[in-house]
């Protein structure tokens, strides 16, 4: 029988390496998957993490909204810590700004190029000196300048107080319209004019003499559970703790109700994002690291990727300790909140609104008050949470493991590189020597193979 040295060669090398690649296919194949197990742990870290970190920056769990028994009066809006209850308001007069108006023939009427325009804003009587102004000096507009170049240099003049300054086109004449860009008596217009002679000056006086008022400054005015109040602005910021009120229009005698109410949802909505997000680090945990056992009579064991490793299991303890030492002794169940057989929380509903009915702080106070479950929380996961924390660490190792793994592959590959060719060698041998045989036998005239 002949003999191929190249293909015995490779047959013997390959039962040789076999039992040695599928060991070490093994080993990396349980390092990748440690690695995938601890990425997918240090994702669902920074899940809780970042819930964490939104809960203590949210107003939340102290959330409020407002309802009005008619629309159209005032626009409520509530900010963390509103005081839940029942305000009737009645509104009789809405802020307005100052405007005036000035007619001219057309918007090419050339202003004059002499004296000078002032416009002031503030209170009419100002004893205090309060108000502002601008001093415009005509003398400085462009040559053959219009109308459009008047409201421009009021508008762009660097110490403009707040006079926004328009023309409108009636279709008979134009009107250079001069208002108050804020609201409310203490910001009224006064327009003077001094120091020219011409012509065009003439005309501007004569416009400013003729003004038209075509808006009042006024304050608003409303009450307020029959208080009386009145503001320059139709928005009220803060009129009782975290209430502010913008009115769009009066109701004299027909008082509208507010109520100021607990935000059930968006409080509940902020509690299950932490719930949701503890719930699936646990699940993670439990996939990384609890083998499963078929039923049957075969109970073939798929093993878990961390199975047998305890830094996982042991952050688990770490944060369930913190949901069981609460400060000043309270216990999950006053907020609705409890442990399952399987390690996760849930979350009952009625009962925290039950618990918030009793106490609207209770839920803030256990969370993100003093030594809180949210502060507590973020301190336990902090090693694992961090840059370069546990979790990286273990994979940057894990990795070191697989490089070593793949440098063994490659050692193995020279060894059985150098065993191929001693195979090799040791066969081409044996072949030559069997041909040697086949031609001596055939000097004797014999036909045996060897």
Avoid: C
Avoid at 127 to 155: F, V
Avoid at 235 to 263: A, H, M, S, W
């Amino acid at each position: 029988m002949a003999i191929d040295p190249a293909s015995f060669s490779s047959q013997l090398v390959a039962a040789t390496r076999a039992g040695l690649d599928k060991h070490n296919n093994t080993q990396q194949a349980t390092v990748n998957n440690k690695i995938r197990a601890f990425k997918a742990l240090d994702g669902k870290v920074d899940n809780l993490s970042t819930a964490l970190k939104d809960l203590s920056k949210s107003s939340d769990l102290r959330a409020t909204d407002t309802k009005l028994s008619s629309e159209g009066i005032i626009k409520a809006s509530t900010t963390d810590g509103a005081i839940v209850g029942d305000y009737s308001i009645e509104v009789s007069q809405l802020a307005k700004a100052d405007r005036i108006g000035l007619t001219f023939a057309d918007e090419n009427w050339q202003p004059p190029r002499d004296g000078s325009l002032t416009i002031k804003l503030g209170p009419d009587p100002d004893p205090t000196g309060s108000g502002k102004s601008i001093t415009l000096d005509l003398s400085t507009l462009p040559a053959n300048a219009n109308l459009m170049d008047l409201r421009n240099a009021i508008n762009s003049a660097a110490d403009n107080p707040g006079v926004q300054a328009s023309i409108i086109r009636t279709g008979t004449d134009v009107k250079l319209v001069l208002s108050s860009e804020e609201t409310g008596t203490a910001h009224k217009l006064d327009i003077t004019l001094s120091g020219g002679t011409s012509g065009a000056y003439t005309e501007l006086d004569t416009a400013l003499t003729n003004q038209t008022q075509l808006s009042t400054a006024q304050n608003a005015k409303l009450t307020f559970n029959g208080i009386a109040i009145t503001s320059q602005s139709n928005k009220l910021e803060n009129i009782t703790d975290n209430l502010t009120l913008e009115l769009t229009k009066t109701n004299v005698g027909e008082p509208l109700r507010l109520t100021v109410g607990r935000d059930d949802d968006a409080i509940t909505k902020s509690l299950e994002s932490l719930v949701s997000a503890y719930n699936g680090l646990m699940g993670r945990v439990k996939t990384a690291t609890i083998s499963k056992v078929e039923t049957g009579a075969t109970k073939n064991i798929t093993r878990a990727p961390l199975s047998g490793d305890s830094t996982a299991s042991s952050m688990m303890r770490q944060l369930r300790s913190v949901f069981s030492n609460l400060p000043d002794g309270g216990y999950l169940g006053q907020v609705g909140l409890k442990f399952d057989k399987n390690g996760e929380i849930s979350l009952d509903k009625e009962a925290l609104a039950k618990s918030l009915d009793k106490d609207p702080d209770i839920l803030n106070n256990m969370l993100l008050g003093k030594d809180g479950i949210v502060d507590r929380l973020s301190t336990t996961l902090k090693p694992y949470s961090q840059s370069k924390g546990i979790y990286d660490n273990r994979v940057s190792s894990l990795n070191s493991e697989i490089d070593r793994l793949q440098d063994k592959t490659a050692q193995l590959d020279v060894q059985m590189e150098s065993l191929y060719q001693r195979y090799l060698k040791q066969f081409t041998a044996m072949q030559q020597l069997q041909s040697q045989m086949q031609q001596t036998s055939g000097l004797f005239g014999m036909s045996q193979e060897f």
